[in-house]
């Protein structure tokens, strides 16, 4: 079992930044990938961005050149800068451990970008 929880979510304007934080407990770190997901009302959950155990990250078109997906091994936390905010990227955001044939999910982090 892992324990995602994520944090940094928030309202911000557009053309604005925002870094979120998923702390993860319950396995190794190190050992599995993790991605970031978005599900906006009324839409389906998208994968934006993920990261392998090795660190080598690969986004979606939509979010390339403005998302940053990064992890901390020492703090077992990933993290998902967030600039040039429209206010499409409003959704509520998922952090996911990839582990083997299981997905683990934490709880979401609303992002909302309104002005």
């Known amino acids: 079992q892992v324990q995602l929880v994520e944090s940094g979510g928030g309202l911000v304007q557009p053309g604005g930044s925002l870094r979120l934080s998923c702390a993860a407990s319950?396995?190794?770190?190190?050992?599995?990938?993790m991605g970031w997901y978005r599900q906006a009302p009324g839409k389906q959950r998208e994968l934006v961005a993920v990261?392998?155990?090795?660190?080598?990250?690969n986004y979606a078109d939509s979010v390339k050149g403005r998302l940053t997906i990064s992890r901390d091994y020492a703090k077992d936390t990933v993290y998902l800068q967030l600039n040039s905010l429209k206010p499409e990227d409003t959704a509520i955001y998922y952090c996911?451990?990839?582990?083997?044939?299981?997905?683990?999910w934490g709880q979401g982090t609303q992002v909302t970008v309104s002005s």
């Open positions: 996911c451990a990839k582990i083997g044939l299981y997905d683990y």
């Open positions: 319950g396995r190794i770190f190190s050992m599995y990938a």
């Open positions: 990261i392998t155990n090795g660190g080598s990250a």
